[in-house]
């Protein structure tokens, strides 16, 4: 069976000495006496100057600066919540209905909320959703290799960790194209 996104944080946790030389307290001890004060800053000085691997440094680092619950509690509640209150509180139904959709796919679908949108993972980030404006949600797809259609479009300079973009400004804009839409994204994320 499958480990859940904080069980998998916690065997990295647990086998952060043997692969990384520290325990995560000693090298939370090493950021809070760097100079950096950005995520980036911490993921460049634990990967260059001290050889610690991508996955690591990025725990490590996210842990520094969010405190040490990262991954339990109602973080992403709070993060999903701040996303859409006040002017894009009318985006919440797009955003539930996505989520739903995604959720109906399978349960390997693993929801991260960040300060300004949600990723969405498989084995790998497939999708992506964010308000981005008052009166507009946008939702990233990795479908690379796809020609855009309809209201498929090249995600371009917007986000480049997706490679196509769906704009939706209303609940009825999540039709069935863009939930196939999803579910090839889903799929090609294996």
């Known amino acids: 069976m499958a480990q859940t996104p904080d069980q998998q944080i916690e065997t990295m946790i647990a086998d952060m000495p043997e692969k990384t030389g520290k325990t995560l307290d000693e090298w939370l001890l090493v950021l809070r006496t760097s100079e950096g004060a950005k995520h980036g800053e911490h993921m460049k000085l634990l990967k ?5 691997s991508h996955g690591f440094a990025n725990l490590i680092a996210e842990i520094h600066m969010k405190g040490r619950d990262i991954g339990r509690g109602n973080e992403g509640d709070d993060l999903i919540s701040a996303q ?26 693993e929801f991260a909320p960040k300060k300004a949108y949600v990723s969405v993972r498989r084995s790998k980030q497939f999708a992506l959703i964010q308000p981005s404006t008052k009166t507009r949600l946008d939702l990233g797809l990795q479908l690379k290799g796809k020609d855009p259609e309809g209201a498929l479009e090249l995600a371009g300079s917007w986000n480049t960790m997706v490679s196509h973009r769906v ?24």
Do not use: F
Not at 84 to 109: N, Q, T, W
């Open 48 to 52: 260059e100057t001290h050889g610690v």
């Open 84 to 109: 859409y209150a006040g002017p894009k509180s009318a985006l919440k139904p797009i955003y539930d209905a996505l989520r739903a959709g995604l959720e109906s796919l399978g349960r390997d679908i």
């Open 167 to 190: 704009r939706l400004a209303r609940l009825e804009d999540v039709t069935e194209e863009v939930k196939a839409w999803l579910e090839e994204a889903y799929k090609n994320a294996k």
